[in-house]
């Protein structure tokens, strides 16, 4: 990582390697591929691969780094490490950086550590603040919907943490077209910059283009962040000769089971890899090409296990074209997924 001295140096180089897109409507630009901290940076995971992985995003250009409450093997913990990396390694860079987490899944015992009630966003922020060690995020997130607590209060606590100064936007998740059009409604009355909607999308996962919520998302001008956009590995190769003991489904298969390599998933994942070589690229960078492909997606979130799979993911940006050909085969590959 370059030093202070260097840090606007014209010839620096970290942000020409990256694309920078606009969120929605906003001001604010995402780069077009950001660094998720949902696995790898808990508590059981090594820290001096955490703070190497978080140099390499940042020396090529990867400014987000997203995070929830409750990431980390030990709730909270991604969070506690990302604070310790900022304040060892990224302070001078705080304003180079957009840092975001979310609240709305389980965090603590009793009947206040979930959902979206004012009382637990309002103490999540607090606490997620206390973890990363910052006087504020750029996005606070309600991580998923609820239909148990008014979306007015949701989203008046959304608003309430941006005027605060806790969080300089607002954003959801997980919501579906229905909450996303309420949430617009009641941000925009309360003049809360709501900017963003971060949902899963991949090449295998296609339903935010099939409940709508893509479509909208764009006339109304709110950005859209991509999720698992490799499903969680199933799109990097690595499962086409077997489970490789060191990856996801092989040492932890809380989120992902021997039981989705099913044989015609296997035979899916190979003809898009065939089709990946062919283009030039290994099927993650496919796979994340594609999710750029349209412009309609601002930023494809990506994990890693190792600084090594931050440079070769990168190089997806740029080869975001596909014929026609190409995508008629990608759609017929994933017929029915």
């Not at 180079?96 to 004012?118: C, F, N, Q």
């Not at 995020?137 to 943490?161: G, K, N, Q, W």
């Not at 080869?319 to 026609?324: G, L, S, W």
Request: proline content about 3%; some cysteine.
């Amino acid at each position: 990582m370059a030093d202070i001295a260097s840090l606007y140096r014209a010839d620096d180089g970290r942000y020409n390697s990256m694309t920078y897109n606009r969120v929605g409507r906003s001001g604010l630009k995402f780069p077009a591929i950001s660094l998720g901290f949902w696995h790898n940076f808990g508590s059981k995971d090594n820290y001096d691969t955490m703070k190497a992985i978080c140099r390499t995003a940042f020396d090529h250009g990867i400014t987000q780094f997203d995070l929830a409450n409750n990431y980390g093997s030990v709730y909270g913990s991604a969070e506690s490490n990302l604070g310790r990396i900022l304040k060892e390694d990224f302070a001078p860079y705080r304003d180079e950086l957009v840092i975001t987490t979310k609240a709305g899944y389980d965090m603590w015992e009793g009947p206040y550590g979930d959902h979206g009630s004012r009382k637990y966003l309002m103490a999540s922020i607090d606490q997620s603040l206390k973890r990363l060690g910052l006087d504020y995020v750029d996005i606070f997130y309600h991580h998923r919907m609820d239909t148990e607590t008014p979306l007015e209060e949701t989203m008046t606590a959304l608003a309430d943490i941006v005027r605060s100064g806790k969080a300089l936007y607002a954003g959801v998740s997980n919501y579906d077209k229905e909450y996303t059009e309420k949430a617009v409604k009641i941000l925009s009355e309360l003049h809360c910059p709501f900017i963003v909607n971060q949902r899963r999308y991949s090449i295998l996962d296609r339903t935010i283009e099939e409940d709508g919520v893509k479509n909208y998302c764009n006339e109304a001008g709110i950005g859209i962040i991509a999720f698992c956009p490799l499903e969680q590995g199933l799109l990097t190769g690595k499962y086409l000769h077997g489970i490789p003991s060191d990856s996801r489904m092989g040492r932890d298969p809380r989120f992902l089971t021997k039981n989705d390599l099913t044989e015609t998933r296997l035979t899916q994942i190979s003809r898009l890899n065939d089709l990946a070589q062919e283009r030039g690229q290994t099927l993650a960078q496919m796979s994340l090409s594609w999710i750029l492909k349209d412009g309609e997606v601002c930023s494809a979130l990506i994990g890693a296990s190792r600084p090594e799979q931050i440079t070769e993911n990168i190089s997806a940006i740029n080869r975001t074209d596909f014929t026609d050909d190409e995508l008629a085969r990608i759609d017929a590959i994933t017929a029915g997924c």
